[in-house]
């Protein structure tokens, strides 16, 4: 079984940092993608960073291009997200989830992730 749990989250103002964190638990995640998702109110959930299980390849969502970056460490079972230049239009549910798949092909599609966090909640506000 595996178990992801989301840690980081918080109030920041615009212009702000955060770092999110995800710890995973269970057999085999290195073998595996990873991403996160967020979910703002009102809104669909969207795809915003995938990392490939070996970290060769990152994919990043239009929004968040240049301003978030995404990391793992394969011997801690971890995957972060350093967020900067945090935006107003950033506040959102954000979600880590593992991939069915060992690279970022397709990563923006949500049907091509098999298990998920149950979210760190993000505010950008002043």
């Known amino acids: 079984q595996v178990q992801l749990v989301e840690s980081g989250g918080g109030l920041v103002q615009p212009g702000g940092s955060l770092k999110l964190s995800c710890a995973a638990s269970g057999r085999g995640l290195s073998n595996f993608a990873m991403g996160w998702f967020r979910q703002g109110p009102g809104k669909e959930r969207e795809f915003v960073a995938a990392?490939?299980?070996?970290?060769?390849?990152?994919v990043y969502g239009d929004s968040v291009k240049g301003r978030f970056t995404i990391s793992r460490d394969n011997t801690k079972n971890t995957m972060s997200l350093q967020m900067n230049s945090l935006k107003a239009e950033d506040t959102a549910l954000y979600y880590c989830?593992?991939?069915?798949?060992?690279?970022?092909?397709?990563?923006?599609?949500?049907?091509?992730?098999?298990?998920w966090g149950q979210g760190t909640q993000v505010t950008v506000s002043s």
């Open positions: 989830a593992r991939s069915r798949y060992v690279g970022t092909d397709y990563s923006h599609e949500i049907t091509n992730y098999d298990y």
């Open positions: 990392i490939s299980a070996r970290s060769n390849s990152l």
